[in-house]
């Protein structure tokens, strides 16, 4: 059976080779919908015989869907510019294709790898998600950030890994940090959801308590405390932003 790579990218140009790289090998095609990246991600995806569109951002699931919409093969391997496939999964994706599998939906492990160093503790570890998938199995929802995949197809676990390369180094953390906690924010106010001074100044608190005490944290040494530290400012910065969006009303919910 073939398998075709979906893909979204937006300026992925210090990520996108070595992604690419591993899957190469057990991709049929690979599709990238892109949403107007300034950067080398076109002339590193073409490298690698990609077929590249170019498309205005409609949101995670609308343009993921628009991605495996354009994929020819039965089966799809969603994968994001920033993931690599281990060699392990690898041989357990060919494994899958080479019989009739047991079932048509399959969400896979994944392990976070943060300022170079794989997380083991605080929550970051033995996470799975939706990736490999037949065509007609589903789609995604629409959701601003968060998007799942929705289907009522039988799914199946796959142990082996993808790396999840979260955050290369703080400063790409603090580059993506306005905008996830934007979308955040937008997200839960379409949701009506509201701000309150428990979730702005108590919630971020628990959040690092939970991450670096309770989830062991802190067993990830020095990248261990700054991710919790960060992920309880995340916290913070979106509950604040959601409360400016219904203080100055300053955004038309959806």
């Not at 073409?46 to 205005?56: D, I, L, Q």
């Not at 998007?147 to 703080?170: A, D, P, Q």
Request: proline share 2%.
């Amino acid at each position: 059976m073939k398998l075709s790579i979906a893909m979204i990218t937006f300026n992925e140009e210090r990520n996108l080779e070595r992604t690419l790289t591993s899957i190469k090998d057990i991709a049929d095609e690979i599709i990238i919908v892109d949403s107007g990246s300034t950067d080398k991600t076109r002339e590193i995806a073409e490298k690698f015989g990609a077929k590249f569109y170019f498309e205005p951002w409609a949101g995670y699931g609308k343009q993921r869907n628009s991605a495996i919409e354009k994929c020819s093969s039965e089966w799809i391997l969603n994968i994001d510019a920033d993931e690599e496939i281990t060699e392990e999964l690898f041989v357990k994706i060919k494994n899958i294709l080479k019989t009739p599998p047991d079932c048509e939906v399959y969400t896979i492990n994944f392990a976070s790898v943060c300022f170079g160093k794989e997380l083991k503790y605080g929550g970051w570890s033995n996470s799975y998600h939706i990736r490999l998938f037949k065509k007609t199995a589903g789609k995604f929802n629409f959701n601003v950030v968060h998007e799942t995949f929705e289907t009522k197809s039988k799914v199946g676990k796959i142990k082996e890994k993808i790396c999840h390369h979260s955050y290369l180094t703080i400063e790409d953390y603090l580059s993506k940090f306005n905008r996830y906690t934007t979308e955040g924010a937008i997200d839960y106010y379409n949701k009506n959801k509201k701000a309150s001074v428990f979730q702005i100044v108590f919630n971020p608190l628990y959040k690092f308590i939970r991450m670096y005490i309770f989830r062991l944290g802190f067993l990830d040494g020095m990248e261990g405390f700054v991710i919790a530290v960060m992920s309880s400012l995340y916290t913070m910065v979106k509950y604040f932003k959601l409360r400016e969006m219904y203080r100055n009303k300053s955004y038309i919910k959806k």
